[in-house]
């Protein structure tokens, strides 16, 4: 790149004089213009978009509360409360906020799942991949710090459960635990740490999506075929026709998340948080926020402790390696007949792992979850790394607009001779 | 794509089994009480306070709850929005003392209460409170109706449910036994428990059944007041998305007229 005024082509000319010295304007238009895109997306390609509008939203609601709310033990719970009843349209924001976090949890366990079953994660896509599991567990922490906040007799018990997982590291356990707490149990340091941080994390979450498009940028989409664009016939601009797209998924989501928050707004949280932080009083179950629930499942399937919280967090760094664990070249499971099964009994693991985890810690629980979380494991480690060797995939068509332009019937001979293409 | 399709059905059940075992966390808890439906005027999504009945509840709470619980949330001026008039809100008030303070002089002085001031808490700390209730403490009702798995149908069925005990069942000291309490031993004597315990003005006669849902309206809206305004602006926002929704939808269909 040379040093000196960028050639603009805008013809408005105070947008030209900016952008000649800083050329957002031909940034934007080239990322969201006409950035090529694949013609054949389906409604899974929205959830990405989404997700982004949803972090918007928590951000901008959050802001709003923090405003209002006071973090501190004798405090927190009724500052909540008054949000809800004193504040103009508190209990909007409040509503919005925590029901926010469930929908951006819906969000991305979709956009997750539409990566596993098109082989998103495959080569040339790896780091963006492993950017999203950053996302993912920077999510995780930020709303289960947020939970915390409201200082009910869920926000205390799980923050106190959650935290005293550390103390199963042999050595530092303790140590790490007092430091997370800032004293010998959760109190107030606990809180105004946690508020702290639950105020921070989004902003960082926000750098990494950043990082996350930008790779998108340089790989470009994968899409529901799984083979790469040939040329301008196989792409869209991305303005109009994934714009259009995209704000019908929109407006679709925002209906799902007003039917929530207007209607049932209390259906998706636990009733026992809205009694105020009880040090002295154990709750009957102590259950995390149901997106939780999948792992948390799995930390209680392991009679060890230590042995647990391995699995656990075990459980989503293997999502990191995935891109090496799958050895299929074929990306989209449309291809992977028996691939497919086999993804359709781990989604149904997850679920199953899901209800297990808002279950008592019981029979037939606790055998479910393990032969739940067993699949979970044994999917990645094992049936994947074996399937890219004695699967015969399906013939991929030739290109992206053959199917399409032939309205997605049967493929012409010629494309079956082709071999799966490496990428 | 035939093998999609199932993978999809098969997918959407499962997460809606999920979604149902998840939303009944509290049911897998022991034994499965089943709470009677009660059928409130704010149920569903047009749903509204009945004021008559919420304010007949306010009553029942006045003169029978409020001697052992705190509605801490509450200020008496709130309760203009259940139609009482700015008067009978000041009248009301002004039945208790309020430790107010330090004036100028630096004294603590007791008044009159006033439309601003909270619910009159009936004793000053947990301690004391549990003192007086044989070691139990009866929780702040303000938001209890939120606070409870089945809201305002477990608050009436909890008022309605003191019953003998079961032949052989032993009931702690000072401990009573309720249908629909978890455990069925409650600390609480029934607090309901003969009709005309309290004198309606409006004429509606005071059984046992009719004091229970109107104490529970009261209490729901005390823990939600905004529900009302909460439904009646999710109807027209819902209204709103569904005709922006057809709009976009047809964009995007125009848009992409000459790609399909
Ligand atoms: C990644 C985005 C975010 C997620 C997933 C998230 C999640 C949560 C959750 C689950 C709660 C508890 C809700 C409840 O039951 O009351 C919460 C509360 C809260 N959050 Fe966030 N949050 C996010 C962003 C933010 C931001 C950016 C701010 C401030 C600028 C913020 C400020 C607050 C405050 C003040 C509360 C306490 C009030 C309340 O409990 O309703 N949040 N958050």
């Given at each position: 790149m040379s040093i000196g005024l960028h050639k603009s082509d805008f013809a408005n000319p105070v947008i030209r004089w900016v952008d000649s010295r800083l050329p957002i304007f031909t940034m934007m238009q080239k990322e969201y213009g006409t950035f090529p895109t694949p013609r054949n997306f389906n409604y899974f390609w929205n959830f990405g978009a989404l997700a982004m509008i949803n972090l918007l939203i928590m951000i901008a609601t959050g802001i709003f509360l923090a405003m209002n709310y006071?973090?501190?033990?004798?405090m927190a719970f009724d500052s909540v409360e008054r949000i809800m009843r004193d504040v103009n349209y508190g209990w909007l924001l409040r509503y919005a906020h925590a029901n926010g976090a469930s929908m951006f949890f819906i969000v991305v366990y979709i956009h997750i799942f539409r990566g596993l079953y098109y082989g998103s994660y495959k080569a040339p896509r790896e780091l963006l991949w492993m950017l999203g599991v950053v996302i993912f567990l920077l999510m995780m922490a930020t709303a289960f710090m947020g939970y915390v906040l409201p200082w009910g007799q869920m926000s205390f018990w799980g923050a106190t459960v959650i935290t005293n997982l550390f103390s199963a590291f042999p050595l530092v356990g303790e140590t790490i635990v007092t430091w997370l707490w800032g004293g010998f149990s959760v109190d107030n340091p606990t809180l105004n740490r946690f508020y702290s941080l639950h105020y921070l994390m989004p902003f960082v979450i926000f750098g990494v999506v950043f990082l996350h498009v930008a790779a998108l940028h340089i790989t470009g989409s994968n899409n529901p075929l799984g083979i790469d664009p040939k040329g301008p016939q196989d792409t869209l601009p991305f303005h109009p026709y994934y714009t259009a797209k995209d704000s019908v998924g929109i407006v679709a989501y925002l209906a799902v998340f007003a039917l929530i928050v207007f209607f049932f707004p209390n259906a998706l949280g636990h009733p026992d948080n809205y009694i105020p932080a009880n040090p002295l009083v154990t709750p009957p179950h102590i259950v995390p926020e149901w997106y939780f629930l999948p792992f948390y499942a799995i930390l209680r399937a392991v009679p060890d402790k230590l042995g647990g919280v391995l699995m656990m967090f075990g459980s989503i760094a293997i999502l990191f390696v995935l891109p090496w664990l799958d050895t299929s070249p074929v990306r989209s499971m449309r291809f992977r007949p028996l691939a497919r099964p086999f993804f359709a009994v781990w989604v149904v693991s997850f679920f199953v792992l899901l209800w297990c985890g808002g279950k008592p810690a019981e029979e037939p629980y606790v055998t479910i979850s393990r032969v739940a979380a067993a699949y979970y494991f044994l999917y990645f480690l094992v049936i994947l790394p074996l399937l890219g060797r004695l699967e015969r995939p399906l013939p991929l068509p030739e290109s992206i607009s053959l199917p399409v332009l032939r309205g997605g019937g049967p493929l012409p001979a010629g494309a079956m001779s082709k071999p799966m293409e490496k990428a | 794509m035939v093998g999609f399709r199932s993978l999809k059905a098969l997918v959407l059940g499962a997460g809606l089994v999920a979604g149902l075992g998840v939303q009944a966390p509290a049911l897998a808890a022991g034994g499965e009480i089943h709470l009677p439906d009660t059928r409130f005027s704010f149920d569903g999504l047009f749903g509204h306070f009945d004021r008559a009945s919420a304010q007949r509840g306010f009553q029942v709470y006045k003169e029978v709850c409020s001697s052992c619980h705190g509605?801490?949330?509450?200020?008496?001026?709130?309760?203009?929005?259940?139609?009482?008039?700015e008067n009978e809100v000041a009248g009301i008030a002004a039945t208790v003392q309020v430790m107010d303070g330090p004036n100028d002089e630096g004294q603590f002085v007791e008044r009159a209460g006033r439309a601003s001031d909270r619910f009159h808490a009936p004793f000053p700390n947990e301690k004391a409170a549990r003192a007086a209730n044989n070691g139990a403490y009866p929780p702040d009702l303000s938001v209890i109706a939120k606070a409870r798995e089945g809201g305002a149908d477990y608050l009436h069925a909890l008022l309605v449910g003191y019953e003998e005990p079961p032949a052989g069942m032993q009931l702690g000291a000072g401990m009573h036994y309720n249908k629909y309490f978890p455990g069925h031993q409650i600390a609480m004597p029934a607090p309901l428990n003969s009709d005309g315990q309290v004198e309606f003005h409006d004429g509606t006669k005071s059984t046992i059944d009719q004091m229970a849902r109107d104490v529970s309206q009261f209490l729901t809206w005390a823990a939600e007041p905004e529900l009302e305004q909460r439904k009646a602006m999710g109807v027209k926002i819902i209204l709103f998305l569904t005709v922006l929704g057809g709009l976009a939808y047809a964009v995007k269909r125009k848009v992409w007229a000459d790609v399909h």
């Open positions: 006071t973090a501190h033990t004798g | 509605m801490h949330q509450l200020s008496y001026r709130n309760l203009r929005d259940l139609g009482l008039s």
